[in-house]
């Protein structure tokens, strides 16, 4: 991209609009075009990035991992680089999301989009899939850091949860619960990924088997609330805006938040299935830089009423506005006296965080969903020696790295090295990518499957 039409892009599609005017009425119909900034602008295309094909089938879930390809969408990004019919289709669960997949959107599925990790590779691999058939998927780009955590029923408050279950007495407590004959049930959206991983961790830290002290389920993220209000659940692992709403409902309190057990901690992905990339290189880096040019523009300060605005549309997240303004800023009202807090560096965050790159695909992080999925008994431990294998055929960094070079991004934000290098944890576990089995060492409570 030119410097020209780079500063054009900037002055179009990254400034807010002046005296922007708060949504009157209900908070969740769509905002009036006079309350939005202009879109981006549609640049003239070379035979060399003007896509194969324009249109393509983008699942997602209503959380808010999916906001840069809410408002690729909805800001003219995927339009911008070509890609002028763009469906960007809301999934009714991470298992539909995974059927369409398999289907793809000529069967009337979908061709990519948001994923909790490591699913990608579980489909690649035949792993969670019908028959299990491999369905090849490719990695294209980390979609956010931060951005959720546990939330927990007020009729517990009082027994300690917070984020050192250990040390407030809260993992004794769940253990009696589970010797008195009534278990803490605690839920998470899909099961062997992402969420899954976050609330074992946090339990397991403090002392509590995830496997023997407690009963965990997966339940879909829009049935979060309902869950919890009904008593039905103790406790959830989820993305916002739902950990946040419990607390606004008065049904339930924040225990932890993600970012505080592993700051700046991988969270979805953008991933399509191989064959499709294959068919259509062109138009897969066409959408990789709309994606990346729409996690540039959400964490615009001056963009976030807007963008909170955008996603609380009916046909998205169906919430109030002010559901979204505090993860954005990293406020939020922890623990079971409320607590308010503002931290920046727990908020949702899709281009930068703390550590660089939050959209580059990092393959050390591969690496540390296939060993967490290890240390769970969900993979045997003989697939760390295939490890390498399955993580550079999925991931697409190359991809990531053309696109960036593409759109002009500075060299300075273009990570040199395919490792983040060694992750550090809350309790003071440290996992380093070359040495998998240390890690898995480390950590006292397992279940590990030869």
Partial sequence: MSQLSRRQFLVSAGASAAGAILLKG??????????????????SLSPSTTPEITNVKLGYIAIVESAPLIIAKEKGFFDRH??????VAKQASWGAARDNIEIGSGGGGIDGGQWQMPMPHL???GLITKGNRKIPMTILAQLNTQGNGIAIANKHIGKGFGVDLAKSGAADYIKEMKQSGTPFKAAYTFPKVNQDFWIRYWLAAGGVDPDEDLDLLAVPASQTVANMRTGTMDGFSTGDPWPYRIVRDKIGFLAMLNGQVWPDHPEEYLAMRKDWIEKYPKATKAILKAVMEAQMWCDDPQ???EMTRILAQRKYFNVPPTFLLGPYEGKYAMGDKF?????PKLATKYWKDGHGSVSYPYKN???????ESVRWGFLPKSILGQADR????????????????????ASKDIPKETSRGIEKFFDGVEFDAEKPEAYLNSVRIKAIKA
């Fill in 26 to 43: 209900c908070a969740i119909n769509p905002p009036s075009p006079a309350d939005l900034s202009p879109k981006a602008q549609a640049l």
């Fill in 82 to 87: 070509g890609m002028t019919n763009v469906d």
């Fill in 123 to 125: 489909i690649s691999e």
């Fill in 303 to 305: 963009n976030r009423e």
């Fill in 339 to 343: 607590t308010e807090i503002v931290d």
């Fill in 365 to 371: 992080h591969d690496m540390w969903f296939l060993t």
């Fill in 390 to 409: 399955i993580i550079n055929t999925v991931n697409g960094e190359k991809y990531w790295r053309e696109a960036a070079q593409e759109l002009g991004i």
